[in-house]
C-alpha cells in the first residue's frame, strides 16, 4: 500500500500547486526529525500516508527546563481515509515511571480517553484531531485534511489538545491562517507562523522547533 517517496524539505507557498504532491492520491513513507528551539528537545516520527490516511509512529524525548522535568514520550497515531483521527496511543516516561493514555474515536464521532486518572467520553466540541503540546508534527493533521499548505483560508479547528508532561487532557481549539507568507497557528501555548512542505508537515516552527 506504502512505496518509498521521498519527502520535499523545500517550503510551498500557499497556493503554489505542485505536481505530483496531490494529497488525495499522494502516498509516503519517509522519517521527519525535528530540534527543538526553546529548550533541549527532539521529535522523531515515521510516518506512512495514502491520501490523507496517515499512519505515524513518533517519539518526544525532552531535557528538564524550568517548566517541566525531563520526559519522554512515545506515540502511535492512525487516522481514517478523510484524515479524522481513529486512534491515538502514547506511553509517557518520567522519573517516577511510565503512564499510558489512550484515545479512541468512533462513528458517531465520540471521543474515548482514558489516562492514568480515569476514563473521558464526550464529543470535545466537535473535535476530528488531537495536539500534542511541544510536538510540530500534529500541525499536519488540520493543515494537511483542510488543505492549508495549498490555499488561503482561516479557520478554527476544535481539537482533544494534551498538556506534556503532566498529562492534562483539555479540549481546545486552535485557530489557522494560511497565506503566502505560512501557515499561522494560535494554540494554547504558542503563536507562530509555520513553514510547511508541499505535503503539509511543519519544515520550521519558530519559537518552538525546526526540522533537521
Do not use: C
Not at 513518533?58 to 519522554?72: K, L, M, R, V, W
Not at 511510565?98 to 484515545?103: A, G, H, L
Request: proline letters at 6%; zero cysteines; aromatic letters at 6%.
Amino acid at each position: 500500500m506504502f512505496d518509498d517517496v521521498s519527502s520535499p524539505d523545500t517550503p510551498v507557498e500557499v497556493g503554489e500547486q505542485t505536481s505530483g504532491s496531490d494529497d488525495a492520491s499522494s502516498e509516503l513513507k519517509t522519517i521527519f526529525t525535528w530540534k527543538g528551539v526553546d529548550a533541549q528537545r527532539l521529535e522523531q516520527v515515521r510516518v506512512m500516508t495514502n491520501g490523507l490516511r496517515l499512519k505515524a509512529s513518533g517519539q518526544i524525548i525532552a531535557a528538564g527546563t524550568d517548566d517541566h522535568e525531563p520526559f519522554s514520550a512515545s506515540y502511535d497515531l492512525l487516522t481514517n481515509e478523510l484524515g479524522v483521527t481513529r486512534r491515538l496511543s502514547i506511553m509517557l516516561t518520567r522519573v517516577s515511571g511510565e503512564t499510558q493514555i489512550s484515545i479512541t474515536r468512533d462513528a458517531e464521532r465520540n471521543w474515548l480517553i482514558q489516562t492514568p486518572n480515569g476514563v473521558e467520553h464526550g464529543d470535545f466540541g466537535g473535535a476530528e484531531d488531537v495536539d500534542l503540546a511541544l510536538s510540530p508534527f500534529f500541525n499536519a493533521l488540520p493543515i494537511r485534511r483542510n488543505a492549508l499548505h495549498r490555499s488561503p483560508g482561516e479557520l478554527d479547528v476544535p481539537v482533544v489538545y494534551i498538556h506534556l508532561p503532566e498529562w492534562r487532557v483539555e479540549p481546545n481549539v486552535m485557530q489557522y491562517t494560511s497565506s503566502a507568507s505560512g501557515v499561522a497557528v494560535i494554540s494554547p501555548i504558542a503563536s507562530s507562523t509555520l513553514t510547511v512542505d508541499t505535503n503539509g508537515f511543519v519544515i520550521d516552527y519558530p519559537g518552538l522547533a525546526t526540522r533537521i
